[in-house]
């Protein structure tokens, strides 16, 4: 049974998370990773499927993501740009899920990786670690996904980028939820 104490944790914790975009060089070991997957993992998914893997670059690995990165880039982004902005960040995961041929199947899959990924980043918040989970064009491409070790039938459903925050933004305002929510009483 959750306690008022529990409940006021995690209703803190989702408000108080940020989207982190600048980071400490400090490192984070894998080990601590590999404990907020564990947390991570927990998130509801349909007939315990678990469609998630995960593929984490750290160290000297980062290279590999980097070059891949670079080499999808046709907007002329500046190599070295890109390797500073994305060589400091002590961690890059990128999360990706079994793709399902049935419609529904699929549709849930992504929903409970997505899940995971929001149970990721709230359990590395509540230990001063961020996050920010990117989706850029590069995850769609078949040949970066084959560079970064992304196999035939995967989805990649999010490149996180991981690590003590550095500065932590403001928070925005959201709308109300009462704004979008419809009540039918009969």
């Not at 893997?53 to 907007?75: C, H, M, P, T, Y």
């Not at 060589?87 to 793709?99: C, F, N």
Request: aromatic share 6%; hydrophobic share 40%; proline share 6%.
């Amino acid at each position: 049974m959750i306690t008022m104490q529990q409940e006021y944790k995690v209703a803190h914790t989702i408000k108080e998370r940020r989207s982190i975009k600048e980071f400490k060089e400090d490192p984070i070991p894998k080990e601590v990773i590999c404990e907020l997957l564990n947390t991570a993992v927990w998130a509801p998914n349909h007939g315990l499927r678990e469609p998630w893997r995960f593929i984490l670059f750290v160290n000297e690995g980062k290279e590999k993501l980097i070059d891949a990165i670079a080499q999808e880039s046709n907007n002329g982004k500046n190599i070295d740009l890109l390797r500073e902005k994305l060589q400091p960040i002590p961690a890059h995961l990128l999360v990706v899920m079994q793709e399902d041929p049935r419609q529904k199947q699929w549709e849930e899959d992504l929903a409970a990786t997505s899940a995971l990924i929001q149970n990721f980043q709230l359990a590395a918040w509540e230990k001063g670690i961020g996050v920010i989970w990117k989706t850029g064009a590069n995850i769609y491409s078949p040949s970066f996904r084959k560079k970064v070790g992304v196999e035939l039938g995967e989805k990649i459903v999010g490149l996180l980028h991981i690590g003590y925050p550095a500065s932590i933004p403001q928070a925005r305002p959201r709308t109300k939820a009462e704004e979008k929510l419809t009540v039918i009483e009969s």
